[in-house]
């Protein structure tokens, strides 16, 4: 018939279907998904709490690991913070935000800028004046569940690509660190959805959502 179509699905190879999409792999994506998860819940965690978190739980009687610390002032409330030297510093909801964001833009002069991008210089000014009260609480809330999500294996290649796109965010303003190594296995952990959280709910809940898994021996129609 004139007009007609041919649809031809092509094969993935081998090799990246036992990677990517095979059961035998998934203890490898637990691993890197609960080293990432664990990175954005420790972020997070101050922001939000206030204290440290640390895997060394002899150490939680100490101050510093507590949940009432400061370092979620300038983040998700306000507050005075006192320095070392007793200098008082009196930070809003967001101001941390803005503060990270005036020195990116700062960092945009010159003939070798750290942030390369006109368009993202303006967005970092927004931030600065507008945006900082409502990312202030958004960001560390959403490294607290990215990284939970992560280290249960819910939806893990949905928080893998929300967790990429704050390292990018961050990466834009200028800043490395360790955010490269978190977006490069975010981007295999995004593609790895499959089996990435095999052990984890995932397991569970994408069968619920009609994705479910094709059992080896299984014969389709």
Do not use: C
């Not at 909801?93 to 368009?119: L, M, T």
């Amino acid at each position: 018939m004139a007009g007609a179509t041919t649809v031809v699905d092509i094969a993935e190879p081998k090799a990246a279907r036992w990677l990517f999409g095979s059961s035998r792999t998934a203890w490898f994506w637990l691993i890197a998904r609960v080293w990432l998860g664990w990175e954005w819940f420790g972020s997070g965690w101050g922001k939000v709490f206030g204290g440290n978190i640390t895997w060394r739980f002899w150490n939680w009687g100490d101050a510093a690991y507590s949940l009432t610390g400061n370092a979620n002032i300038g983040w998700i409330r306000a507050g005075t913070v006192v320095a070392a030297d007793g200098t008082q510093t009196t930070l809003g909801v967001g101001d941390r935000i803005a503060g990270f964001a005036s020195n990116a833009i700062a960092g945009s002069q010159g003939p070798h800028p750290d942030v390369a991008y006109s368009w993202y210089v303006n967005f970092l000014e927004f931030v600065r004046d507008t945006l900082h009260p409502v990312l202030g609480v958004v960001v560390p809330l959403g490294e607290v569940v990215i990284g939970l999500a992560l280290m249960v294996g819910a939806f893990t290649g949905v928080a893998a690509f929300l967790g990429a796109l704050l390292n990018f965010s961050y990466m834009f303003a200028g800043s490395s660190g360790v955010n490269p190594a978190m977006v490069l296995v975010s981007l295999f952990i995004i593609l790895a959805w499959r089996n990435s959280g095999w052990y984890g709910l995932d397991r569970f809940l994408l069968p619920k959502l009609g994705v479910p898994w094709e059992r080896r021996g299984e014969t389709t129609g």
